[in-house]
């Protein structure tokens, strides 16, 4: 079977990518992580009306620009704030990034069949697709990312390219701020070791630097005369503190490594084999391997460089590291008879059920927290105080729709929440002697979730607060057990 046209293949090629990334998708629950503070943001935003800051429980926090969390504010006035519209913004985002990604593969082969095993090979990815349905940041940037890079081949043809170019380059601005200036400057070093240079200097370039400025600088202007200590926090803090300091793990030279095969498996040892493959050749002379090559190093080495150490930060090599393959995918086809072809897409396709099968069907990551809120909210006006205790429990409160209010006995808990910036900057976790817990369970509308290990902090000596007569009842989970008044036991 022959692919007869670019058309037709990019057609299918995002077609089974949308089933793949859609199928499922309004199911299970959000991760009990940073997705919780992004879905609390965008709620905030669309019930204040205010569409200028992010704000995470009463507090404006600097963290990054607002375009990713608009796109969920946007989908959650649309289509409100459960788990298919929270999703959908990154689902699209992937989309699009696949069909950038294409776009750039046929702008350095020849073979439709090469842009289609690259599309699939990040499709593949358990990080990738993990991501992809998750209400962040992170696939956001990718889009504007890998727009950026298609329209920069683009201008090989047309120089006017770098007016989209520009657009993409803002939107990553509007994204993630200075991250943007990585793929930026994989472009840059490309377009240096190349023969065309002169296009730097070219009206269209510079055209295309103006449109990133003008449609970047509004929000950031704006920011600067409403908040005083804007850029303190939105770059100081969030950007060269963090990149010198280490926020969960030690700054490890191999963690990169290590998570890239925790999170791939064996598809990891292929994605660095595609590396290895596309470095070997641009030394042999062979310049389509060069612009992957380059772009995953503009990732990879300031990652190292900064000691902070979180998996999704790996993500925007992702594309450039499938794109990579593309070369040993051309010498491949070259070599063996076309129908070979849809034997390695098989082998490509069955990575993703064996790295991401359970994100693909379940993607249920809070469903005590999920089922306990719909309990809370079923005791009405009568709660007035709900609770995590020494547990992290943000999707627990968004979905009973709550302020956060997490007490711990333990001041290390409290030392790991506050590790989290936000966190931190909303003070969100609050140290409790055991008397003070005791008295604050006593009054009336107390709800607790916790751990069952913790229960003797609520339930007293012998547990008898939470024995038949007692004045507490306990409701089991898989995970978390829920702390409710008798009079709600039965719910």
Known sequence: MRIHSTTFAFAVTMAVSALLLFIFSWNGSFLNHDEITYLEMARNMLESGNWLDLVFQDAVVHQRPPLAIWLLALSGASLGFGEFAMRLPGILMALGTLGFLFGIVRSLFERRMVAVLVVFSLLATHLFYFNARRPMTDTTLLFGMTAFVYFYLCTRINPRFWLAAGVAGAWMVMTKSVVSALPVFAVVMDLALSKRRVELKGRWFWSGVVVTVALAAPWHVAQSVRHAGFWSEYLGFNVLQRASSSLFVKADPLFYFGDLFGNEGVWGAFLLAGFVWSAVAWIRGESRGRLGVIWVLAIWIPLNVASTRISHYMLPAYPALALCMAVAYDGLLARLSP????????????????????????????????????????????????????????????????????????????????????????NAASLVSSDELALRSRKPGFVCITEERHLPLLCGEGMKRCLPGGDLAVMPGSLRVLVVPVTGAGL
Not at 358 to 376: C, E, I, N, T
Not at 378 to 384: M, Q
């Open 339 to 426: 129908g070979f072809a849809w034997v390695i897409l098989g082998v490509v396709l069955l990575f993703l059920p064996v790295n991401s099968g359970y994100d693909l069907a379940v993607a249920d990551y809070s469903p005590d927290q999920k089922r306990f809120a719909g309990v809370v909210e079923g005791l009405g006006e009568s709660v007035t105080d709900v609770v995590a205790l020494n547990v992290y429990e943000l999707s627990f409160f968004f979905y009973s729709h709550r302020p956060v209010a997490m007490l711990t006995t333990d001041p290390g808990f409290k030392e790991i929440v506050d590790s989290a910036p936000i966190l931190e900057r909303v």
